[in-house]
């Protein structure tokens, strides 16, 4: 079956054209390393609240909600990005699995491959 996923560019868009550009989706949290060897919601959760120890225990929890989903999508599902400045939304097609880019600039390291990106 597939899914649709709405992933966002960042709270003020910082990260939409790099996105489009690349045909990527980025997940933030700059602080958190790789979440490669995660194999539970759990583990994401601990990486969090080690990057975040001063976050309030319920921010964690959403957080890590929102991480395992982004690294556990899967091919093939639609990706859904509202364009925060602009009345319309990208559209592409998950085209492959969850990367960590180590030498990305911070809150630009997670991501996963896009194809065909609709519209720019």
């Given amino acids: 079956m597939v899914r649709a996923w ?9 990260r939409e054209e790099q996105a489009l550009d690349e045909g990527v989706v980025i997940a933030g949290w700059e602080d958190v390393g790789d979440l490669t060897g995660c194999a539970s919601i759990a583990d994401v959760g601990d990486l969090l609240a080690r990057a975040y120890p001063n976050e309030a225990p319920s921010t964690v929890d959403n ?14 599902d639609l990706v859904v990005m509202p364009r925060k400045y ?6 592409g097609r998950l085209a492959g699995g969850y990367e960590y880019r180590s030498e990305a600039a911070p809150g630009l390291r997670h991501t996963r491959k896009v194809r065909g990106y609709v519209p720019r």
């Fill in 6 to 14: 709405t992933v966002r560019g960042g709270q003020f868009g910082e």
């Fill in 63 to 76: 957080w890590k909600h929102q991480l395992w989903r982004f690294i556990t999508m899967e091919t093939g």
């Fill in 86 to 91: 602009l009345a319309v939304v990208a559209i």
